[in-house]
């Protein structure tokens, strides 16, 4: 997944200029799926300085906004940044969910 390739390193870089053992981070839920980043991200780390690191994540909700008025989650497809209205089946920008942010090490 490109997306959390371009995250990924993202994360190593900030790692790399201030280590201290652990990370939290604010993940959009269509970016990528928790559970597969932080597969990705062991697999990345492993046998370097950061192989101890511990990492939190912090998912977000897919929140979209519809053209018939409705608010709330759509249906989404990973990676994707239009999601389908569960109402009127339209497509639908998202408004969350796309979110990455370190949260901690702070810079
Ligand atoms: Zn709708």
Redesign the pocket.
Known sequence: MKEADLVMNTILEVLNRKYNGSIVLRLGSVLADPTTFRMIFDLMTKNTQLTHTTLDIVTTRSLIK???G?EGEGITHKGMSNAR?P??N?N?KLTNGFEFQILEPKK
Do not use: G, S, V
């Open positions: 519809c053209e018939c409705y209205c109402i009127c339209r639908a």
